[in-house]
Structure formats: structure tokens, C-alpha cells
């Protein structure tokens, strides 16, 4: 237990002197992500996204892998996959995309977003979608990437481009004999 809270107490000293976190950054820790909200001498305090704050020990950033997202600049990429029917046009559906995403106030424009199509899939052609956006903004991660999606969204259908679901043919060569009642009883 002492030293326990002595190698945090180590570790919080560590933190203050190399600063690889510091308050109001967005990090991963093991499985835990939000915003770190207070660093102290044993502990730091973070916030998660469902309000909840998370008392950590200082000894688990030092001996652990911690993701910083906002420690050089606040510039986040989002990344997801859309898949467009096979009988639509590709090079409109890009354009289509590029053009709705570039409609988004929240993304960030001057690292330029990507629609780079990528798989010829069972039922689409995907698309891999990329932009950078700004975390330090009021507007969170998860909002602009649901506001992006629904931009690609409403420019696929006025464009008549169709987003596919699975489907599966069942092509049956031979019924079997169907036995009637009587012959059930026999």
C-alpha cells in the first residue's frame, strides 16, 4: 500500500516534469477516454464522454501506453466506410461525397478530407471517408462525424446514388414430395 502511493507519488512528479498530459487534453488510458480535468501529486481526474469522472492513478500513465490525441495541436482525423450500389457511378458517388463533406463547418478544410474507394464488396463499392476536425471546438467528434454522415446521406439520395444492404438469392432446384395425411397415418 505505501509503496503503492509512493510510485504514484513518483509518477506525479514525472508527469509534472515531462508534461506528456496536461489539463483540458483529450487521451486514452487503457480503456478509459475523455478529457483530463485536474492532475495531483498521486492521481489525475478525467472526464469521460458520458460525464463520469475517472480518478486515476499517476502510476498507470507512466507504466502504461496513454494516447494523447490533443498533445501537438487539436486536429483529429475520423474515419468510416460508406458502400454505394453497383449499378451507381463511382466517380459521380466520390464527387458526390467530397462535395458534402466539404459543406461541413466543423471539418477542418485545409488538411483536405479523402474519399478513396477501396473494396469491391459482396453487395457495394465502399469508400474510405477521412477529415480532420478540431476537438478544441465546442462541437464534439462524434457530432461532426453524424453531421458528415448525414450530409453524405442526403447528397447520395438527391443524387439517386443508393447506399445497398446485404441481400442473398436462394435459388431451391428440386421441391421435396410433400406427404399427404393419410399417408402420414399409413
Do not use: C
Not at 502511493?5 to 508534461?19: C, D, K, M, V, Y
Not at 483540458?24 to 478509459?32: L, P
Not at 482525423?77 to 463511382?90: A, K, L, S
Not at 447506399?163 to 438469392?169: C, E, K, V
Amino acid at each position: 500500500m505505501l509503496s503503492g502511493i509512493a510510485n504514484n507519488f513518483i509518477s506525479g512528479l514525472i508527469l509534472l516534469t515531462e508534461r506528456p498530459v496536461r489539463t483540458e487534453d483529450w487521451v486514452t488510458i487503457g480503456d478509459q477516454e475523455g478529457r483530463i480535468k485536474h492532475i495531483g501529486m498521486r492521481s489525475l481526474v478525467l472526464t469521460a464522454w458520458d460525464n463520469q469522472d475517472v480518478i486515476i492513478p499517476n502510476a498507470d500513465l507512466i507504466t502504461n501506453p496513454v494516447t494523447n490525441w490533443t498533445l501537438t495541436d487539436s486536429l483529429v482525423r475520423t474515419v468510416f466506410e460508406v458502400g454505394i450500389r453497383y449499378q451507381d457511378d463511382p466517380h459521380q458517388a466520390k464527387k458526390v461525397i467530397e462535395e458534402a463533406i466539404a459543406m461541413i463547418p466543423s471539418v477542418y478544410l485545409e488538411k483536405p478530407p479523402q474519399v478513396l474507394l477501396t473494396e469491391f464488396a459482396n453487395s457495394s463499392v465502399n469508400f474510405r471517408i477521412q477529415f480532420y476536425s478540431d476537438v478544441d471546438t465546442q462541437t464534439s467528434r462524434l457530432q461532426v462525424k453524424s453531421e458528415v454522415m448525414f450530409a453524405i446521406w442526403d447528397a447520395l439520395r438527391e443524387a439517386e446514388i443508393g447506399i445497398p444492404f446485404p441481400q442473398q438469392d436462394i435459388y431451391i432446384k428440386e421441391l421435396p414430395q410433400l406427404q399427404t395425411v393419410s399417408e402420414m397415418k399409413d
